[in-house]
Each structure stands twice: as structure tokens, then as C-alpha cells.
């Protein structure tokens, strides 16, 4: 899956990304962001990206978009990209909570975490720990579980193994062993026709394959079934509908689940926040308005605030 994806990163189309920052979040560590002004007082978006990539990576197809009617605000997860090491077991309640800290430092109250994939669950468990702080949710190519069938269970459960496989192979010469990132690297770089694929790769090779199985080993113990129908804030949920990783049936047994949640479909594959793009941001667009106009804000006709 993960070859198929970095064949298609050459024949994306350029594009500019907006500039990043690292912040420290007090008592947990330094992360890197994303923080793209909108309208004087929209709904702010929390962006919550997919497993292996980053936050640049996921959404720079939608940034512009987005920024028009939101406030948009994108995170490095722990152990991916840019985002703070990771020291421990991965846990999506870290990282839950991580978003909700970033958000404590930009001094955003409230706001809608967009989770793509694995920020699926990360922003399912923003509203279940932080339900106060959540005024909308948007979710996209992603589900209340990941190991619903004994098949997907036992895969997900041998990931253990190649977890332990991987920390022992850091400490031999190889493609594990990766360096540290470069974090003065991080910026706004302008991207050509000529440069887009390498630095597209550049940043999927960010991924530390160790954290990409803890990862992968999380969400396939993550459930929200027993509660994922108490969700009480308005809701949206972007269905890629010929989506080969997480299955389009799962996709919308979550939106049928969550009260009031409207639905809009994506005729793209699992990778459509990048290689589906044309296709996936309007969806995207259309399922952020559905939340934010259930808001009681006006975030169609707002001046947009140059950025």
C-alpha cells in the first residue's frame, strides 16, 4: 500500500503549503503545527492527520480551502513527522489530549477536530475525554473500529511482534535506524512541478516505522462502539467510497452511529486527502460547512482575513 502511495506523490499537482512552527506543550514536549488564519471569528478546525504521514502531507491539498470560512490548525502527531518523539507505548489518548494542549497554548476555547483515518479515533476520543471543549466533529476515511472481523483482529495483534522486531533493529546499520529529524529544516517551502515529488517523499520518510506499527497496533484495539452514539455535538462524515483500507461499509456504520450525522460521499481511495484531492477537499469543504452551519455561525459570507 504504502509503495502504491509513494508512486502516486510524482504525479500530484503543486502546490504551496503554508508555514509550520514548533510549540512547546507544557509537561508533555515540543510538536510541530500548523496555523492558518480565516475569517475574524470562525469555527476554528483542528486538522488531525492519517497514519505514517503529516500534517503537511495529509492536507496541504485542502489549507487554502479550508481557510477561506475556518480558522485551520494541523498537528504533527507523536512519532510521525515533526511531531514530538515518541517515548513511550503509542496511545491515541495522547495524542488526543495532545490536541486539546495545543489548543490550550493558542488559546482556542472550542473547536472541530477533523481526524483523517487514524486522527479518526484521535479526534473520536478528543470529544469522549474533552467533551467541553468540542463544539463540531468531521471525519473522514475512517471508522469506530479497525479489528472488527477475526482476520483483521489477528493481523492487527502480530503487529506486536514486529513492533519489538523494529526497536531491536534500530540498534543495527540499516533503513531502520533512522536519524533524528532536522526540525530547523521545518518551513513554508514553495513547491514546482520539478521539486513536488521529492519533497512529498521527503516527508512520508519522516515516518519512524516503529511508531507507524504502534500506530497501526492502536487503532486496531480502538472501539468506540459502546459509545460513539453519545456524541451530542453536530457531526459530519466524509465516506471514501472505494476505499480499500478501511472499507466503505465501516465508514458509514460510524455516521449512521453518531446522532444527526450527515454524510458525504468521496469517489476516491484511502490515500484521497492527497491523490484524490480534486475529488476529496470539496467533500471535505462540504462536510465542515454541515458542521459549522449547525453552529449557529455564519461561516459562508465572512470576509476572508488575507493570510
Given at each position: ?7 502516486g506523490?510524482?504525479?500530484?499537482e ?5 508555514p509550520?512552527q ?13 496555523d492558518?488564519a ?8 483542528l ?9 503537511y502531507?495529509?492536507?496541504?491539498p ?5 481557510s ?7 498537528i504533527d502527531h507523536?512519532?510521525h ?18 490536541a ?20 479518526g479515533?484521535?479526534?473520536?476520543l478528543v470529544w ?9 466533529l468531521?471525519l473522514?476515511a475512517?471508522?469506530r473500529?479497525?479489528g472488527?472481523?477475526r482476520q483483521e483482529r489477528?493481523?492487527?495483534?502480530t503487529?506486536?511482534a ?21 526540525h ?11 521539486r513536488?515529488s521529492?519533497?512529498a517523499?521527503?516527508e512520508?520518510r519522516?515516518?519512524?516505522p516503529g ?12 472501539s468506540?462502539?459502546?459509545w460513539?452514539?453519545e456524541?451530542?455535538v453536530p457531526a459530519a ?21 453518531i ?5 458525504h460521499?468521496c469517489?476516491a481511495?484511502h490515500?484521497?486527502?492527497?491523490l484524490?484531492?480534486k475529488?476529496?477537499?470539496?467533500a471535505l ?12 455561525r455564519?461561516?459562508r ?7
Amino acid at each position: 500500500m504504502f509503495q502504491a502511495i509513494q508512486l502516486g506523490f510524482q504525479s500530484v499537482e503543486p502546490r504551496s503549503v503554508p508555514p509550520g512552527q514548533f510549540v512547546e506543550l507544557p509537561g508533555r514536549g515540543t510538536t510541530f503545527m500548523v496555523d492558518v488564519a480565516g475569517p475574524v471569528g470562525a469555527p476554528t478546525l483542528l486538522l488531525l492527520h492519517g497514519l505514517a504521514v503529516t500534517a503537511y502531507l495529509n492536507w496541504f491539498p485542502a489549507f487554502e480551502r479550508l481557510s477561506r470560512q475556518f480558522r485551520v490548525v494541523a498537528i504533527d502527531h507523536r512519532g510521525h513527522g515533526r511531531g514530538m518523539p515518541l517515548k513511550a507505548r503509542f496511545r491515541l489518548a495522547d495524542c488526543a489530549d495532545d490536541a486539546v494542549a495545543l489548543a490550550d497554548v493558542l488559546g482556542i476555547e472550542r473547536f472541530v477536530p477533523v481526524g483523517y483515518s487514524l486522527g479518526g479515533p484521535i479526534a473520536q476520543l478528543v470529544w469522549r475525554r474533552h467533551p467541553e471543549r468540542v463544539e463540531g466533529l468531521v471525519l473522514a476515511a475512517t471508522s469506530r473500529n479497525f479489528g472488527g472481523t477475526r482476520q483483521e483482529r489477528w493481523f492487527y495483534s502480530t503487529l506486536i511482534a514486529a513492533i519489538y522486531g523494529v526497536r531491536a533493529g534500530r540498534h543495527l546499520p540499516g533503513p531502520l535506524n533512522h536519524p533524528p529529524v532536522n526540525h530547523a529544516a521545518a518551513g513554508a517551502p514553495e513547491l514546482d512541478a520539478g521539486r513536488l515529488s521529492k519533497w512529498a517523499l521527503s516527508e512520508l520518510r519522516l515516518a519512524s516505522p516503529g511508531a507507524t506499527l504502534q500506530a497501526m497496533n492502536a487503532m486496531g484495539r480502538f472501539s468506540s462502539h459502546q459509545w460513539v452514539h453519545e456524541i451530542d455535538v453536530p457531526a459530519a462524515v466524509v465516506v471514501t467510497t472505494v476505499d480499500k483500507f478501511i472499507a466503505p461499509d465501516r465508514q458509514l456504520k460510524l455516521a449512521r452511529a453518531i446522532p444527526g450525522a450527515t454524510i458525504h460521499p468521496c469517489h476516491a481511495g484511502h490515500a484521497a486527502c492527497v491523490l484524490g484531492a480534486k475529488a476529496f477537499v470539496p467533500a471535505l469543504v462540504e462536510a465542515c460547512n454541515s458542521v459549522g452551519d449547525r453552529l449557529g455561525r455564519d461561516v459562508r459570507d465572512r470576509a476572508v482575513v488575507p493570510v
